[in-house]
């Protein structure tokens, strides 16, 4: 028998990562009598992709000391991003990251500080943190900020208005622990739910499985929310790889911005400087993306990959020629703080950082809007930088604001973090900025929404409270056929799904087992393929205990994302980010006809999407 | 598999399932704690530093690290710092302690402690103790 617990808030932050946090602070700052809800499928002090910790802040502008401008900051993200940002988002966050930064400074994170007390710099944007407790301490204010928080609380749906399917009234989601169903009713509801790994086949194989790069917790589930509820998608073609320290994914930044070690192939070779003029000719576009510096991470990435596809791999980082007994912390504080197998790994190969180089590769593609890439919900922009308005509900999808900042094309539904699209390059201080954002507008949304009567479709509750568990009731209809295992005819378990889902991405949607490269006939059996995979889940999915089916929901917002991927790579024709993956019937970019925005919307009765493009507005 | 638990050491008071960010740290039968399922595991080590035994350890990645080395932590809030023990397969140790925190656990003041906002300021694009602490052109408005 199933139990419901039904939950009324005023505001529903779904995960409390980075924008979670920040949502719920904000929401506490301007809305002092609101009640706020945070609901988390893990334990808020150490959830999120800052769960592990992390070494450095990568977004720190310094303009209470001149050291940057917003304007330098928006182009230098335009550029990594070959040409396609919303700057209206990136200018909108860059503005309050500092404020987020002092705040973290105020409340105990320990920061590197000169002998002036000023932060000191790994790059020309980031700073560098002793943060192994950045999470616990972000959470500690997100905790005093909350009216509640609900751990180990996993939201599969959002929930529609019974009135107006375009108004998002709350949420829907188990217990994974005693299989508790929450209703959360809410007026206003912030997606903050994290990006996507696990959708391509991992590097990794077996046991090493785990140790992807961005945490396998991330199971694209702000995508799944978004996509199934009709949210407008923007940009999830840009699903990208990291150049990474080999198997065990080690961070990279501090050693070459800090302590400046050089990338060679096998015979000493800087791959860039050997690719650069082939690479002028496709990939220039109009706006000399070659000659930008710092040269935009994608096209190092795939001068690395030409190298390695040439067969003069491996690429090493040449830890031994920067690293000396004085700085030697530094660099194992970094794998430390937030990549604790790097560390392992050069202890059990026996791997001295002063005597060799390490080994790195670009990873398998993960799908994510807070790092150097932008996948996500089209969001309204900051109301005092309106680009082009929205004069109606369908406009939307074509518009750079409707009234609310942060706000989805669904009313009463915000989006931060890796949930909001087009808005690169915020990694863990941004993405906290703009769940403040995203609060602060929901805030707003309330008040002048105050007479507005909301509350979630009963029939839409009823359905899903007895969807939630086909899983399990599939399972203990079927377990008996069989004589034990998990082979039989009329089961699927979640990791065959994952299996199925990440060997197709892999080969077909340009995973690293393809070297990056896809075209319009690979995509299509992608799709195909995929299609099978989705009516599989549909009717074959089950799970033993509330375990298996947490992690079979995270499989349904995987295939979700996947599907999403897949339809955006086909859309776009042409090649805007060759290290990401190349489109091999249009090898090149096309700053032409593709210097766009590519938008979709799915339509969950009829499982069908439809997608278009928008045209990227400069600000100047 | 890449956290274990040692069965002489595990008193199943469950603070590693509590904290576990992949929901894989779960009770045995015999109620004592152990990784269900070692390929969710990112190796963040929250259950090993989590845990006032030291009942959990680590044995890297099957598919591509090589056993005998080992990593050992200890996370004291009191000291408010971090201390690792790496050994390498052939021997060699390594030591570090790094800072966690510069204030005391639970010291952050909540927003609603502070003085209520200017409500025109909800409709303008500052933050939170913007005004208080920031360069006002850090927020300037295009």
């Not at chain 1, 991003?81 to 987020?100: F, K, N, Q, W």
Request: net charge neutral; charged share 25%; hydrophobic share 35%.
């Amino acid at each position: 028998m199933t139990r419901v617990s039904y939950v009324d808030s005023d505001i529903l932050i779904i995960g409390g990562g980075m924008a979670g946090c920040g949502a719920a602070w904000e929401a506490r700052y301007w809305g002092r009598n609101l009640k706020i809800v945070l609901v988390e499928k893990a334990n808020i002090d150490r959830s999120g992709a800052v769960a592990m910790g992390l070494s450095a802040i990568n977004t720190y502008l310094g303009l209470r000391y001149n050291e940057n401008t917003i304007e330098d900051y928006v182009n230098y993200v335009k550029t990594d991003l070959m040409g396609v940002i919303r700057e209206d988002l990136v200018y909108d966050y860059a503005r309050h990251v500092d404020s987020t930064v002092y705040l973290f400074d105020e409340w105990g994170l320990p920061i590197f500080k000169d002998e002036n007390g000023r932060y000191v710099r790994e790059g020309r944007w980031q700073i560098m943190i002793h943060g192994e407790s950045y999470k616990p301490i972000v959470a500690e204010a997100a905790k005093k900020s909350a009216s509640e928080i609900y751990n180990r609380v996993m939201v599969t749906h959002l929930l529609k208005d019974s009135q107006n399917p375009n108004r998002v009234a709350g949420a829907i989601g188990f217990n994974v622990r005693d299989g508790r169903v929450y209703v959360f009713r809410s007026k206003a509801v912030i997606v903050s739910a994290g990006g996507g790994s696990q959708i391509y086949r991992p590097r990794s194989t077996s046991e090493g499985k785990g140790r992807t790069w961005y945490p396998h917790w991330s199971s694209g589930s702000s995508y799944g929310l978004l996509i199934e509820a009709g949210a407008v998608m923007t940009m999830m073609e840009a699903r990208f790889s990291v150049p990474r320290y080999k198997d065990g994914y080690g961070p990279v930044g501090a050693w070459q911005l800090m302590l400046k070690a050089k990338q060679t192939n096998a015979y000493g070779q800087d791959p860039f400087s050997l690719h650069k003029e082939e690479l002028k000719k496709l990939y220039n576009g109009k706006y000399n993306y070659v000659d930008a510096f710092p040269t935009p991470t994608n096209l190092r990435v795939y001068s690395s990959l030409l190298e390695l596809r040439q067969g003069n791999g491996p690429i090493y980082l040449h830890t031994e020629q920067v690293l000396t007994e004085k700085n030697e912390e530094l660099g194992w504080e970094d794998f430390l703080d937030m990549t604790i197998t790097q560390a392992i790994l050069w202890a059990g190969q026996n791997i001295d950082p002063m005597k060799s180089p390490s080994e790195i590769l670009p990873s398998e593609p993960y799908v994510m809007g807070s790092h150097a890439t932008e996948c996500g919900a089209w969001a309204s922009g900051p109301e005092d930088i309106v680009i082009k308005e929205a004069s109606s509900v369908d406009e939307r999808g074509t518009s750079y604001s409707w009234g609310y900042n942060r706000m989805s094309t669904l009313d009463g539904l915000f989006v931060a973090g890796d949930a909001c699209g087009a808005s690169p390059h915020k990694f863990s201080s941004g993405s906290f900025t703009e769940g403040r954002i995203a609060a602060k507008s929901a805030v707003r949304y309330i008040k002048e929404h105050s007479d507005e009567k909301v509350s979630p479709d009963s029939s839409q509750v009823e359905q899903l409270t007895v969807k939630i568990f086909e899983p399990m009731e599939r399972y203990n209809k079927n377990k008996g056929m069989i004589t034990g295992g998990k082979v039989s005819s009329n089961m699927m378990w979640y990791d065959q799904g994952m299996a199925r889902l990440q060997k197709l991405m892999d080969e077909y949607a340009g995973g690293w087992s393809s070297w990056y490269t896809t075209n319009e006939h690979m995509l299509l059996r992608a799709k195909e393929l995929l299609a099978y995979l989705k009516e599989d889940f549909i009717n074959y999915a089950v799970a033993e205990d509330y375990h298996q089916l947490l992690r079979t929901w995270e499989l349904w917002h995987r295939i979700l994302t996947a599907e999403a991927v897949i339809n955006h790579m086909l859309f776009r024709k042409e090649t805007r980010w060759p290290g990401y993956y190349v489109r091999s019937d249009f090898p090149a970019l096309d700053d032409d006809n593709w210097r766009v925005f590519v938008n979709s919307k799915y339509d969950s009765k009829t499982g069908t999407w439809k997608l278009w493009s928008v045209p990227v507005v400069d600000l100047r | 598999m890449p956290t274990f638990v040692y069965t002489s050491r595990c008193v199943g008071c469950g603070d590693c399932v509590d904290i576990c960010p992949s929901d894989i740290m779960h009770y045995t039968k015999d109620r004592k704690t152990v990784n269900i399922e070692p390929d969710a595991c990112w190796e963040c080590l929250n259950c090993v530093k989590v845990c006032a035994r030291f009942a959990i350890d680590v044995r890297s990645y099957a598919d591509f690290v090589p056993m005998g080395h080992s990593i050992s932590v200890f996370r004291d809030e009191k000291s408010q710092k971090v201390y690792w023990r790496i050994k390498y397969r052939n021997g060699k140790v390594k030591e570090f302690a790094f800072p966690i925190r510069t204030t005391p656990w639970g010291s952050i003041r909540p927003p609603y402690e502070m003085p209520e906002p200017d409500p025109q300021d909800l409709y303008s694009p500052v933050l939170s103790f913007e005004k208080e602490s920031v360069k006002r052109a850090e927020v300037s408005i295009k």
